[in-house]
């Protein structure tokens, strides 16, 4: 079986690893975790980052610091993980979908605006797959109305908009360090942002709001999200290569646009927009429904000649447990259910070979020629 994620970790993961064992820390109070969040945020171009154990956490604790809670409107897209509408539903708040602009697969920001009313209290961007979210328009709604833009770059490790940084934009960004991201650290997260004040809580929300001078006394309830020493330790050794792992996603991604451009009916991944070229987190195919055979089928059929990979993101109006809640009564998204039953995403790790890489593609165009 080809994996559709094989990550690398063989710079200086075990040489830091190794001087966490012998000093002895290996807790969250370790030296790592501070340069860590250092480095990463100056990489963003943010003041302030804050690790946390994973990226559901970040977003959990952005939420919670933002001050979300009953009645608050957040507007999310429908396509996209559960994790970004988890802390908003426990706040008591209420996400609101907007569907998917079908060339990027991100949210149609030109569906934000009319979605907005008086309980509306941010906006969450979550950029997809590779792209980021067209955020200009974003950010001059947020001004005119007064919201606060939650960035959600989980998938962005290094990719840029219009030259600056994902992660950089909004009042609170968030990244995700699982094993399938860029950078990783087994488990992981980052929140980050420029104020003082949204770092502090953040940094209180994920140790469980202990006080500095009353450690057992609680004023407020928070979560134990700390990252261990460990985890930043590998985190330092990924982000050192960051740059060497964008070239390589680069290079996967225009390999397997050059020898699957004549697979027909299927959608392959933008290259580039007007205001990014695309990082190929994960390499995804969209097929068309004319082709007579669904995401689910395609991927089955795939495993049985042993390449791995992964469906696309159940839109949030899909969610059984969510429908259960209530929420998102007779609402339809078409492009977000599209992508759902008709996508999947293909090998695309960092350790992929280029071996595995061509017996894909041959497997693909045999499969779907």
């Avoid at 990783?184 to 929140?191: P, Q, R, S, V």
Wanted: net charge negative; hydrophobic share 40%; aromatic share 8%.
């Amino acid at each position: 079986m080809i994996p559709v994620n094989t990550p690398l970790l063989d710079g200086n993961e075990k040489k830091y690893l190794l001087e966490c064992i012998e000093t002895g820390w290996i807790s969250s109070e370790g030296p790592f975790i501070k340069q860590f969040e250092e480095q990463f945020a100056s990489r963003v171009n943010r003041r302030h980052g804050v690790a946390v154990c994973n990226g559901t956490a970040a977003i959990d604790a952005a939420i919670e610091a933002l001050g979300i809670g009953p009645g608050d409107e957040v507007i999310v897209p429908a396509f996209t993980i559960i994790s970004c509408v988890n802390q908003i539903v426990r706040a008591g708040g209420v996400p609101v979908l907007v569907d998917s602009d079908r060339t990027t697969w991100n949210m149609d920001v030109g569906q934000i605006e009319r979605k907005i009313t008086p309980r509306t209290k941010a906006i969450m961007v979550v950029h997809i797959y590779g792209l980021p979210v067209d955020l200009d328009p974003v950010l001059d709604i947020a001004r005119r109305y007064d919201l606060k833009v939650i960035e959600d770059a989980a998938e962005m490790h290094g990719q840029t908009y219009k030259g600056r940084p994902c992660g950089s934009f909004g009042d609170i960004s968030t990244f995700s360090f699982y094993p399938n991201k860029h950078v990783t650290t087994g488990e992981g997260g980052m929140i980050l942002t420029n104020s003082e004040q949204l770092a502090d809580d953040c940094r209180s929300l994920r140790n469980l709001c202990f006080q500095p001078h009353k450690r057992f006394v609680h004023e407020r309830l928070g979560w134990n999200l700390r990252m261990t020493n460990m985890q930043a330790a590998i985190g330092v050794a990924q982000l050192e290569r960051l740059d060497n792992f964008l070239a390589h996603k680069r290079r996967l991604g225009a390999r397997y646009t050059t020898a699957l451009s004549t697979l027909p009916k299927v959608q392959l991944p933008m290259a580039r927009t007007e205001y990014a070229d695309n990082v190929y987190w994960v390499f995804g195919l969209v097929l068309d429904k004319e082709a007579g055979i669904s995401a689910e089928e395609a991927m089955r059929r795939l495993a049985s000649r042993g390449v791995g990979t992964r469906p696309f993101f159940c839109p949030m109006h899909q969610q059984p447990v969510l429908r259960r809640l209530g929420l998102f009564d007779n609402e339809s998204y078409p492009v977000a259910e599209q992508l759902y039953s008709q996508g999947f995403y293909i090998p695309s790790g960092m350790g992929l070979t280029d071996a595995e890489q061509d017996r894909v593609c041959e497997i693909l165009l045999d499969e779907f020629s």
